[in-house]
């Protein structure tokens, strides 16, 4: 709704700002396949949780430090939300 906003605030300006709105659209099927596909976007979206780190090993502040790591990597697509594989890699990051 926020995209469709802006789009509509650029019609009412000079025509030079029309073209951004080619770009608000790009952005919104972005975010639409993301929706779509459930994709993991959150700390509270990923398959494992502080618990599950600190059982893997993590101590204070460190559990945080590896949940932030994961979910750059599931974010990005180097890693699968997946609970083993995001164990295992803990666990390496651990060593």
């Given amino acids: 709704m926020l995209i469709e906003a802006k789009k509509a605030d650029n ?9 951004e709105n080619d770009i608000f659209d790009k952005m919104a099927d972005t975010a639409r396949m993301l929706i ?18 600190a059982s893997a090993g993590a101590k204070g502040r460190n559990i945080g430090n590896i949940l932030n790591d994961l979910l750059e990597n599931v974010m990005n697509g180097s890693l699968p939300n997946e609970k083993t594989a995001l164990i295992n890699y ?4 651990l060593i």
């Fill in 90 to 93: 803990a666990k390496e990051m």
């Fill in 11 to 19: 019609c009412a300006k000079h025509e030079f700002v029309l073209a």
């Fill in 36 to 53: 779509r596909e459930n994709a993991c976007m959150s700390l509270k979206q990923l398959a494992v949780n502080g618990e599950d780190i």
